[in-house]
């Protein structure tokens, strides 16, 4: 058994778990990538590492410095923890409407946790200008800007990209997931094409986004709305720049949630929904492709940072969301 050297050894190299109730829906295979295994338990710790690294190799960063970023909680919680491991402090700009989980687990790691009303980006005090403004005030800090610094997506590039064209012995058809920062899409979509640019890369986009319509028509432009934390673009980001999407779907939030009581109910899988939308996505990208296909997607992270929400009655309820009948009671 392999054996790691520290914590930060520890982010990647994530298993891949075929989803039979996905692939049955499919008629093909649907894989997905066990990104809640990292050890943040999201994808968001790749990301992190990356811009940490990124920053201390071009000097931006000393020993004991801060690192400050405006986060919908995930990539926060992975730059608590790369900054413990290498002696850094965090301060993270988080909107109070994510998950209570997620703020406990930053607390937790001992990020000082700054919560702000959610804004439209237009507002001065959305999370991300907020972030920027207290990086500027702060001595000795960096900003991450994980929407617009392509460490973020580079660590998709040579990673997640690299590790599914692996595991998947380069017999893969489409690859899908939704975009928050649009990191992941855009590296593992670029890191894919450049190993065959026959495989379909489809963006999987929530309602309240505008990516969908921009995609289809070059327009950027959001229609309603989805609960689902970490995922919903409004903007082309640096990291979306160039991202080579084939196709687009718009999923539902009920779509989204329906694989995600599925995957727990059949697979014992417990995800978030930005991972059931996606699963929704590797499923219409699969029909697209027919039988035999090999989709690939992300499980984005645990569904145990959403015990108070998505897996709370009370709350799925005043959602408007089906509520499954063993959490009925
Ligand atoms: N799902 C969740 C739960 C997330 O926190 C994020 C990151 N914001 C994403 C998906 C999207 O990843 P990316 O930022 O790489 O687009």
Redesign the pocket.
Known sequence: MHVANDTIALIGNTPLVRLKGPSEAAGCDIFGKCEFANPGA???DR?ALSIVEDAEERGLIQPGGTIVEG?????GIGLALVANAKGYKTIIVMPETQSREKMDTLRALGAELVLVPAAPYSNPGHFVHTSRRIAEETPNAIWAN?FDNIA??RA?IVGTAEEIWTQMEGRIDGFT?????????A?VGLGLKEKDEKIRIALSDPHGAALYSYYATGELKAEGSSV????G?GRITA?LEGAPIDTQFRISDAEGMEWVRRLLAEEGLCL????GINVAGAVRLGRELGPGARVAT?L??TGF?YLSTLYNAEWLRAKGLAVPEWLDA
Do not use: F, M, P
């Open positions: 999201s994808v968001k990301a986060t919908a909680g995930n990539t994980q973020n997506r998709h997931c939704a975009a928050g920062t649009g990191g992941t899409i590296g689902a934390e970490g995922i673009q990291n978030g929904l930005s991972s992300i984005c992270d940072r």
